[in-house]
């Protein structure tokens, strides 16, 4: 005989109604066919997934949607988050026409503060309009973008860079004082030091005791030859070699550098030419670009102990550990 079952789900209309479903006798006698409700989440996964369908394949309000399911408003709202609404339900505004406007000009590059000007809106009402469209990086609208930025920049910090250039003139030339004239020992340890920090070291596995200096600055390696003066090895002595890019002139470097430094340009050997790399970003070049100089001293293993016997010695002195 069919029974009555309590069930908000089994027949359409509103929440706790009580639908009937026929139960047929088993063919055993004494055993009944029992009904298992389905579980909570399930019920409510089938009523999100019908209340959804209503909305955007039958594009229904939410009153309507309200009617048809029997559910309350904030329930319905709630289940269609995220669900644009259709666009029959859109109320026409008088403002579209300027939205449509505002995401063409932040399309062509232009500011939110442009764009408020242009359309006569706040700042504000222009940032909601447009916050989803991001500006371009390229293009003539962004170049005047970033030459604002870097001149608004400059003038925010002007007063404080010359200040701070006026300081730093100040304590340049009060350390230089410090200097003095320096001595046959002061060269002494100051090539050293600098050599043990930029030339060219004999190593466990490699030994190769002699001098060998590489570097970019002139300063430094005035110094260097400087050192070398001290230790009785003329300029014509060591052999000297340019390691240059491949896309720069090297022989215009090595007369350069035989020029900045004077040095014999019969002892420049054949340079050498670093390969491009693409992946690399290169910032120098142009004209001040003049590579790397190898000062190379032949015969300089004595040397190259004495200043591994200096630099042990400050080690020491200073605390550090010694090689």
Same mark, same amino acid.
């Given at each position: 005989?069919?029974?009555?079952?309590?069930?908000?789900?089994?027949?359409?209309?509103?929440?706790?109604?009580?639908?009937?479903?026929?139960?047929?006798?088993?063919?055993?006698?004494?055993?009944?066919?029992?009904?298992?409700?389905?579980?909570?989440?399930?019920?409510?996964?089938?009523?999100?997934?019908?209340?959804?369908?209503?909305?955007?394949?039958?594009?229904?309000?939410?009153?309507?949607?309200?009617?048809?399911?029997?559910?309350?408003?904030?329930?319905?709202?709630?289940?269609?988050?995220?669900?644009?609404?259709?666009?029959?339900?859109?109320?026409?505004?008088?403002?579209?026409?300027?939205?449509?406007?505002?995401?063409?000009?932040?399309?062509?590059?232009?500011?939110?503060?442009?764009?408020?000007?242009?359309?006569?809106?706040?700042?504000?009402?222009?940032?909601?309009?447009?916050?989803?469209?991001?500006?371009?990086?390229?293009?003539?609208?962004?170049?005047?973008?970033? +030459?604002?930025?870097?001149?608004?920049? #400059?003038?925010?910090? /002007?007063?404080?860079?010359?200040?701070?250039? %006026? =300081? !730093?003139? *100040?304590?340049?030339?009060?350390?230089?004082?410090?200097?003095?004239?320096?001595?046959?020992?002061?060269?002494?340890?100051?090539?050293?030091?600098?050599?043990?920090?930029?030339?060219?070291?004999?190593?466990?596995?490699?030994?190769?005791?002699?001098?060998q200096f590489v570097n970019?600055?002139?300063?430094l390696l005035s110094i260097?030859?400087?050192?070398?003066?001290?230790?009785?090895?003329?300029?014509?002595?060591? +052999?000297?070699?340019?390691?240059?890019? #491949?896309?720069?002139? /090297?022989?215009?470097?090595?007369?350069?550098? %035989? =020029? !900045?430094? *004077?040095?014999?340009?019969?002892?420049?050997?054949?340079?050498?030419?670093?390969?491009?790399?693409?992946?690399?970003?290169?910032?120098?070049?142009?004209?001040?670009?003049?590579?790397?100089?190898?000062?190379?001293?032949?015969?300089?293993?004595?040397?190259?102990?004495?200043?591994?016997?200096?630099?042990?010695?400050?080690?020491?002195?200073?605390?550090?550990?010694?090689?």
């Amino acid at each position: 005989m069919p029974v009555s079952v309590y069930h908000p789900a089994i027949l359409p209309g509103a929440a706790g109604s009580v639908g009937t479903v026929v139960a047929f006798r088993p063919a055993v006698p004494g055993r009944e066919t029992s009904y298992r409700p389905p579980s909570v989440s399930t019920m409510v996964d089938d009523v999100a997934a019908e209340v959804r369908r209503l909305r955007t394949e039958e594009q229904l309000s939410v009153p309507q949607i309200r009617a048809r399911t029997g559910l309350g408003r904030n329930r319905v709202h709630e289940l269609l988050r995220g669900v644009p609404p259709p666009d029959w339900t859109r109320r026409p505004n008088a403002r579209d026409d300027l939205r449509a406007e505002a995401e063409a000009l932040r399309a062509e590059g232009r500011t939110v503060p442009e764009i408020a000007t242009h359309l006569g809106v706040s700042k504000s009402t222009a940032h909601t309009w447009v916050a989803h469209i991001p500006l371009p990086l390229d293009g003539p609208a962004a170049e005047r973008r970033r +030459a604002h930025a870097r001149q608004m920049n #400059e003038a925010r910090w /002007a007063r404080y860079e010359k200040d701070r250039e %006026a =300081a !730093r003139v *100040d304590v340049r030339e009060r350390a230089a004082e410090v200097v003095g004239v320096l001595s046959e020992r002061d060269l002494l340890l100051l090539g050293a030091a600098i050599y043990w920090c930029e030339g060219t070291k004999s190593k466990p596995w490699r030994r190769d005791d002699r001098l060998q200096f590489v570097n970019t600055d002139p300063g430094l390696l005035s110094i260097f030859l400087a050192f070398l003066a001290a230790c009785s090895v003329a300029r014509t002595v060591p +052999a000297y070699r340019v390691s240059i890019h #491949e896309s720069a002139d /090297a022989e215009v470097a090595a007369r350069w550098w %035989a =020029a !900045r430094l *004077d040095l014999p340009i019969g002892r420049f050997q054949r340079p050498t030419l670093k390969k491009h790399n693409p992946k690399t970003v290169r910032r120098n070049v142009g004209g001040s670009y003049h590579g790397c100089l190898v000062i190379t001293v032949p015969n300089s293993s004595e040397l190259y102990w004495r200043v591994e016997g200096m630099i042990a010695r400050l080690f020491r002195i200073s605390g550090g550990a010694s090689r």
